[in-house]
Each structure stands twice: as structure tokens, then as C-alpha cells.
């Protein structure tokens, strides 16, 4: 349908419209795909729309035209014009998809909607790279670096003999894959610092985007290349924050919650849940898509729609809550799907359960979204004592760790299990494998198939077992191996998968053991040491790892140290008061599995090849760079003998006159003479 004719229609309906534009052109409606009649049957069919109009929705028309070509044959659409705007929505939701006969199903626009669409031009054209006009800082132009060097910041307080504390952060490029310095400030590019920038701590945002500190009376967001402020978030006092997975929403807590937009700056809901001190989780739990966010309260799972302003989602409209589930203890959302999780104990003879749910969105002819809940998995336990839940990062499957108390004559001891669900297998098969002693670790590898668990009967002897899944669908859980006798109780991954390390922490270790393992060979590739170590931090390329002492654990050997996946000592620095480091992270790549097949496999000659050629010029470089420096030292020290040897001959009239009144033997004369001749004898070779 074209502007010009509709320009050309009735001049009834020209008139409304232009009298009326700024008022009827939202209570316009455009009726589609009707019966083409002629002259002698349009009053018939203008009637019969009418009264099909008031009788789906109840409202007037106040003008109904149908279009006519040149011979006075309609031309299949109809403007329809309402009171109010909320009419023609209505109306327009109502009939949209409505079927007359087989011939004829209505398919209807609101005219605004219409006009917006009608000057799209016929051919597309890409838009332009503008920055956006409320940002002037390219809020990504770390992943443009040439070198794909990964960014990461320190926090410490600097020894000061004044009575307020400064506390010092710094922002630095790891430098390390762009050369072949050791010492640590040519590896740790200083990019920005600033004193007292936070006074809690300071925390990327999850996709790297932002910097977040804080203040007294809220908390900042900073980006860009000059670290500019990207808004200002007032909550007093506020102790702890929750970012939703893609940075759209934000949560600050502390006497009470707020959940913000971050792009607006807008508090979208205020909910009374008072921080309860150190170790406090959220209550509220994100979906992957950041349209659901769920909480626990006393019997029931309250799940509030983002999308509809943070509002909670009723199936029954007598009832304030989502789903009644009388004794529910845990829920917990997949990373990839719009699936969750819950447990509920055992009680009144009836067993514990674990049970998988799906939220299924549909979309209403009128546009609403509708959601229902499917139970798409269950499994049922006894003599549970309790249950944790992880997903895997990809959302393949689901482990369950089930923990029963077993009682001997020796005792009582924790035993565990644990309950594998295969989310991507058609009936959701679950397995079973069953420890006769407790787990003190467990965890998925973050892209691949294995899991890996540090098990023992106490906290001192103790074993890591390496388990596959197997195939995603249709796989089988397999023990790939178990390793005793180890000091260690604490497990981090590569970000990238393959590469583990194990780190035996706190009580009763305290960093005496670092184990760096290759799981794909079960190869322990090294064993190192960071006494009293508090925290670990891989990068996001996970070729780099960071262990540090906090002050906030520890008041002594605060520090860190960066190692490679392979646990090559990178650097170290020890400071008095040493409190966080952590790495930027990187968004999730855009490629496909597929692409990364084709990266790894097809390409991997050719890349290797300029990776070579680089890692060669750089070690050219640095040859050069060492030769010249000893090439000048040589030139200095040549300068030097030669300034010696002239102010020697300048003086040799006058040794010879002394030495001829005093008597002197001569033998300073020789040996003067014997070092002048081994200097200018020497040679000095640059190699």
C-alpha cells in the first residue's frame, strides 16, 4: 500500500485525517487482505465490518473507508478511525489474524506504525560506526588492542605516616606474550591509576564493560580509554552487587535492595531485604536471558518479569506467588536456557526430590506474552541430608551432590553422591556415581565434557578423580582417573578448558601446594608454591593465572604472583597491603562452534606460521636491543681508556724529570707502560 493512495481516497476520510493528524493518526487502523467487491456491495461489506468490529471488541467506528481503484472496485485494505488510541489497539490485536472465510484472514496495523515504515528504502544500506551521542568513550577499546594483551587491576594501601590511609589502584596491561623481559615493570604496563578511587572494593563488570567503585553514597561505573565515569548509582552504604548476566540490569544491597537499568540510571523496584553481613548471597537469582529473575521466600518461588517493569508473574490471581512448593530450599537457573532448578527435603513419608522446570514463553495474538512451567526432569532420594546444585557453564548438564550421613561403629561420617543429569538427551537420563566419603570439591570444566573432585575421608588425606561425560546427548559417565595422597582442596579451571589448577589452601595447607595439570594427558606439568595464598584468578584467555595474599585474609606475605597455564613464574611483587587483583574479563566470543573447529583445525598452519614469524621478530628485536646496549657500553668504556691513555702521555715529560731527580727505579714506568699495551692489545668481541 503506498502513500499516494491513500492521498487519493474518500475526501472524508483526507479531511479526519488532516484536521485530526496529531490525535488519529494513533486511533488509525489499517485492515488488511479484505474482500475486493464492487460499488454495488460496499455498503454491504462496510456494515458487515462494523458490526464485526463492535462485536469482538465492543468500540465504534467513527469512520470506516474502503479504498477504490479507477472502476470503483475496493482495493482489499480499510481505514478504520476509533475515539481514543487504547480503542484501536484493541481493535487491532483483536482481529489481527482473524479469519473471514478461506479466502480472507485480516491482517491489521496501526496507521502510525504504518507511516513510521512507509519511506524504508527498497535497498539496505549498513549503518553508519557513529559513537552514540550520550557516549563519547568507545566503552570496548580494550579488545582492540594489536597484541590481544589482557588488562587487570591491583588494590593496595601505600605505608603512609599520615592518619588517613591511601589507598592506591592501578589498572595494567599484562605485556608478557610481547616480550622477553622478566623483570616486573616491563611486564606490567601501567595503563591509569588513581588514589583512594574506592573506599569498599572494586569489581569488573561480567562482560568486562565497566569498573565498578565504590563511595559512601552509592557506587560508580567507569569505561573507555580514560576511564571516564559512566554513571552514578546512589544507594548508601551500600555492601554488596549483583550484575545480571549481559550488564542490562544491576542490583545494589545493603539496608535494603534496589534493582537498577543500567543504561537509564533508573531504579526499576525497591524490595526491604536488609544485608546480613559478610558471606551474604543475593536472594535474587538471574535467568541467562535477564527477562526472569526468581526468588525464595517461605514455601513459594516468586518469579518477577523484567521485561514488564519487575512485576511478578501470577498464574493464579487469588495467590502472591508463581509456584507453591511447600519446603523448597535452593533454586538455581541454567547458564545457556530458561530452565531452573529446585530441591525440596524429604517430609510426611514422602522422599526428597530434585526437579529440572522449563518456563515456556508464548506470545498472544494481541502481543502479550504468556508463561507456563513444565516439569521436564524429576528424581527422587532418600535419607537426604542435603543437596548442591551446579550447572555445567554451557548448560549440558546438571550435577547434583547429595549428601547422606552414614553411621559406623566408628562414628558417623558424611558420605556423597552425586546425580548427573544430561539436560541435552531427549528424556533428560540422569546418572549416578557414589563416593564412600565426603567431597570437599567439585567442579565442570568450563567448555568441554569433564569434571573433576577432590575426595577423602578427612580434610587432610585426600584424592582428585578426573570424570568424563561423555557425549553430550548420548554419553556415559566414565572415570578417567584418581590421583592420592594430595595437599590439595581447592580446584580452578581454565577459562578455556584443558587446563587445571590445583591449590591447597587456608587450613590445613596454606598455599604450600600449586598443581598444574594438563587433564587431556592427566599430566601433572608442574609443582609450585605461594605460601599463605587467599585467592586465584585466571585471565580470560586462560593462559595466564594470578595467586595473591589478601590483607583481608592474611596480615602478612600480602603479595601476588602470576604464573603461565603451564606454571612458569611470570612475576611476583610483595606489598605490605595488598588487597585484590583481579583480571578483565572478555565478552563470549562470537564465533560458533563450528568456526572454532575451523579456527583450530583448517587455519591452525597458517597461524602458527605468523605467530612464529612474530615471536621471531620480537626476539630479533630484543637481540638487537641487547647488542646495541653492549655496543654502546663498549663504546664508553673505549672513550674512557682513550682519555686515560692521552692524560698518561701528557704526563710522560714529567715522570721522566721526577724519576731522574728523586732516582726512581722505573718500575711504575713498566707497569704503566705493561697495562697501556694489554689495553690497546684486547679485543672485545659482541656475540
Not at 476509533?82 to 472465510?101: K, S, Y
Not at 557506587?219 to 551500600?238: A, D, I, Q, R, Y
Not at 606439568?525 to 585474609?553: K, L
Request: glycine share 4%; hydrophobic share 35%; aromatic share 12%.
Amino acid at each position: 500500500m503506498s502513500g499516494s493512495t491513500f492521498e487519493h481516497e474518500d475526501q472524508r476520510v483526507v479531511e479526519y485525517v488532516n484536521k485530526n493528524v496529531d490525535k488519529s493518526k494513533d486511533s488509525l487502523v489499517i485492515i488488511d487482505n479484505t474482500p475486493k467487491v464492487d460499488p454495488s456491495k460496499i455498503a454491504k461489506l462496510s456494515g458487515f465490518l462494523r458490526d464485526k468490529i463492535k462485536d469482538k471488541t465492543s468500540h465504534q467506528a467513527i469512520v470506516l473507508k474502503l479504498p477504490q481503484d479507477e472502476a470503483g472496485i475496493t482495493l482489499g485494505f480499510a481505514f478504520v478511525a476509533f475515539e481514543t488510541r487504547t480503542q484501536a489497539e484493541e481493535v487491532q490485536r483483536t482481529l489481527n489474524g482473524w479469519r473471514m472465510d478461506k479466502s480472507h484472514q485480516f491482517k491489521t496495523n496501526m496507521f502510525s506504525d504504518w507511516a513510521r515504515f512507509k519511506d524504508t528504502p527498497e535497498e539496505y544500506s549498513p549503518p553508519s560506526l557513529e559513537m552514540d551521542t550520550f557516549c563519547e568513550e568507545n566503552l570496548y577499546e580494550y579488545l582492540c588492542d594489536a597484541g590481544s594483551r589482557e588488562q587487570y587491576f591491583i588494590r593496595y594501601a601505600n605505608p603512609s605516616t599520615k592518619k588517613e590511609v591511601e589507598h592506591q589502584m592501578k589498572i595494567f596491561w599484562n605485556d608478557y606474550q610481547v616480550t622477553n623481559a622478566t623483570d616486573q615493570t616491563d611486564i606490567m604496563k601501567l595503563v591509569y591509576e588513581r588514589v583512594n578511587w574506592t573506599t569498599l572494593f572494586a569489581k569488573w563488570s561480567p562482560l568486562g564493560t565497566y569498573l565498578v567503585t565504590f563511595t559512601e553514597k552509592g557506587l560508580n561505573l567507569w569505561g573507555g580509554e580514560k576511564w571516564t565515569s559512566m554513571g552514578h548509582f546512589p544507594h548508601n552504604e551500600v555492601q554488596l552487587i549483583d550484575w545480571s548476566p549481559k550488564e542490562k540490569y544491576l542490583i545494589t544491597w545493603a539496608s535494603e535492595l534496589i534493582v537498577w537499568d543500567v543504561q537509564l540510571g533508573k531504579k526499576i523496584r525497591r524490595v526491604q531485604a536488609p544485608y546480613t553481613g559478610a558471606g551474604a548471597r543475593c536472594p535474587f537469582k538471574w535467568s541467562h536471558d535477564e527477562q526472569f529473575l526468581a526468588k525464595l521466600s517461605e514455601d513459594n518461588i516468586l518469579l518477577y518479569d523484567l521485561e514488564k517493569g519487575m512485576k511478578l508473574h501470577q498464574p493464579d490471581k487469588e495467590r502472591t506467588t508463581t509456584i507453591y512448593m511447600p519446603g523448597i530450599k535452593n533454586l538455581e537457573w541454567s547458564p545457556t536456557d530458561n530452565y531452573f532448578c529446585y530441591w525440596v527435603p524429604e517430609a510426611n513419608n514422602t522422599p526428597a526430590r530434585v526437579t529440572l522446570v522449563e518456563v515456556v514463553t508464548k506470545t498472544k495474538p494481541d502481543g502479550t506474552k504468556d508463561y507456563t512451567f513444565n516439569n521436564i526432569a524429576q528424581r527422587n532420594l532418600y535419607r537426604v541430608q542435603n543437596i548442591r546444585m551446579t550447572w555445567h557453564p554451557q548448560g549440558h548438564f546438571l550435577a547434583c551432590k547429595v549428601e547422606r550421613i552414614k553411621k559406623s561403629q566408628a562414628g558417623s561420617t558424611i558420605v556423597s553422591a552425586y546425580e548427573l543429569f544430561r539436560i541435552r538427551h531427549k528424556d533428560r537420563a540422569v546418572e549416578t556415581i557414589e563416593l564412600p566419603e565426603q567431597v570437599i570439591a567439585f567442579d565442570f570444566e568450563p567448555r568441554g565434557h569433564r569434571f573433576a573432585l577432590i575426595h577423602g575421608p578427612s580434610d587432610v588425606k585426600l584424592s582428585v578423580s578426573f570424570y568424563t561425560m561423555g557425549a553430550v546427548k548420548a554419553g556415559e559417565v566414565k572415570l578417567l582417573g584418581t590421583f592420592p595422597q594430595k595437599q590439595v582442596n581447592h580446584m580452578y579451571w581454565s577459562p578455556k578448558g584443558k587446563y587445571l589448577l590445583l591449590a591447597g589452601m587456608k587450613q590445613p595447607f596454606n598455599g604450600k601446594t600449586l598443581e598444574f595439570w594438563n587433564v587431556d594427558e592427566l599430566d601433572l606439568i608442574n609443582t609450585c608454591e605461594h605460601f599463605m595464598c587467599s585467592n586465584v584468578n585466571w585471565d580470560a584467555s586462560g593462559r595466564f593465572v594470578t595467586t595473591f595474599v589478601s590483607q583481608v585474609y592474611h596480615q602478612m606475605e600480602n603479595g601476588m604472583k602470576m604464573w603461565t597455564f603451564q606454571g612458569k613464574l611470570v612475576t611476583q611483587r610483595k606489598m605490605e597491603k595488598f588487597y585484590q587483583f583481579e583480571w578483565r574479563p572478555r565478552p563470549a566470543t562470537l564465533l560458533t562452534d563450528k568456526d572454532l573447529k575451523v579456527v583450530k583445525n583448517k587455519n591452525r598452519p597458517q597461524w602458527e606460521k605468523k605467530y612464529a614469524e612474530e615471536e621471531t621478530w620480537i626476539l630479533e628485536k630484543d637481540e638487537r636491543e641487547r647488542k646495541e646496549r653492549m655496543s654502546s657500553d663498549l663504546k664508553k668504556y673505549r672513550n674512557t681508556v682513550n682519555s686515560i691513555r692521552d692524560h698518561f702521555k701528557k704526563q710522560h715529560a714529567d715522570r721522566k724529570r721526577l724519576q731522574a731527580e728523586t732516582g726512581f727505579s722505573g718500575e711504575f714506568t713498566t707497569a704503566i707502560t705493561s697495562a697501556e699495551e694489554m689495553v690497546e692489545k684486547k679485543e672485545v668481541r659482541i656475540e
